[in-house]
């Protein structure tokens, strides 16, 4: 049996600006478990990096969690104080972010940037702590290590800045690694190259990666569990297979949608993007947020909040199409009735 790695209750993350509070995450809950990656898709503002950022309790003023519970090996983090933090952050969980070069800090070398994780969190000797770096960065396939540890993050091209915030990230073995769009600032080669080394160390070391992005690509090469987000809530979660091919919400459909696809055909396919603008959490509408711009929006869609429907034990639907009520419309619900709805 599986065994639960962190375990997101509720989650409830704001931001108090001069013009009143940002409801960035509106109830969020879902599990990770040990070894296994689990990626969150949706556009921008639907509240991915806020709820990594409330994992690593991170956010800057005047953001706030103001209700949930993070259980990271049973321990609430939302308990813990920024003192408390400091010896988890970097040492059980690591955070790869989506700018390596605003990540690195351009007067140290890389390093030293390195080895201040692994002497502050594994009480090692400098010496040997400088070992331990060299290892990490010919782990991550940075080339002549021995003489890039001492070089500067502007020396680095932006793959090898991205290998050495990997090498950074997993200098301490972490038990999770949350990879904040860890390859949009790179080519699709070293996108390729970055995305077969963090399998590879998954697969060695066993971490669990949250992977945060909008490239559906990225999530369907390393994760095996998909979350997708919008208005600061989880519209589905399923398996990449239920996800991919048996899509139950009209939001993840229109995700699929938008995506290029390889084609045969000499005729030229135009994309479908999805109409409309995404939800203003100053006034989180009353609904579903995605029912303005949803094509089989219901007139409870825009006045109710729907319960999640089970769709099998691995995929559930925040969706009133799936309500055994609801009008049968192929694309989204056929063979669909009767589904187990959660009433809590």
Request: charged share 25%; net charge positive.
């Given at each position: ?20 509070e940002v409801k960035a995450i509106r109830g969020v809950d879902f599990d990770l478990y040990k070894g296994e990656a ?307």
């Open positions: 049996m599986k065994e639960k790695l962190l375990e997101i209750k509720n989650l409830k993350t704001s931001f108090f600006t001069h013009v009143g689990l990626g969150i898709v949706g556009e921008s503002g639907s509240g991915k990096s806020v709820t990594s950022m409330s994992i690593m309790k991170l956010l800057q003023h005047p953001g706030q969690i103001i209700d949930g519970q993070i259980l990271f090996n049973g321990e609430d983090l939302v308990r813990k104080s920024q003192k408390q933090m400091q010896s988890i952050r970097g040492n059980k969980i690591s955070m790869i972010f989506q700018d390596p070069m605003t990540s690195l800090n351009p007067v140290y070398t890389i390093g030293d940037q390195i080895m201040e994780a692994i002497i502050k969190h594994q009480k090692l000797s400098r010496q040997d702590a400088r070992k331990k770096a060299i290892d990490m960065l010919r782990i991550v396939g940075i080339p002549s290590p021995e003489k890039r540890i001492n070089q500067y993050p502007h020396e680095f091209s932006g793959g090898m800045r991205q290998r050495a915030m990997i090498a950074m990230a997993l200098s301490c073995e972490p038990e999770l690694l949350i990879a904040d769009e860890p390859t949009t600032a790179l080519d699709v080669t070293i996108q390729a190259q970055i995305l077969e080394l963090m399998k590879e160390l998954k697969n060695k070391l066993n971490t669990a990666i949250i992977l945060i992005t909008h490239d559906l690509g990225v999530v369907a090469d390393v994760c095996s569990r998909v979350i997708v987000m919008y208005g600061g809530l989880i519209m589905e979660e399923g398996t990449v297979e239920e996800i991919f091919y048996k899509p139950r919400h009209p939001y993840t459909l229109g995700l699929l949608k938008s995506i290029p696809k390889l084609s045969d055909k000499k005729d030229k396919q135009r994309l479908v993007p999805i109409i409309g603008s995404p939800p203003d959490l100053l006034k989180p509408p009353k609904g579903c947020p995605f029912a303005p711009r949803c094509e089989y929006a219901m007139r409870i869609c825009l006045n109710k909040v729907p319960n999640y429907t089970y769709v099998s034990q691995t995929q559930r639907s925040m969706c009133w199409l799936l309500h055994k009520d609801a009008p049968v419309i192929d694309a989204i619900n056929k063979d669909l009735k009767g589904a187990k709805t959660d009433e809590q």
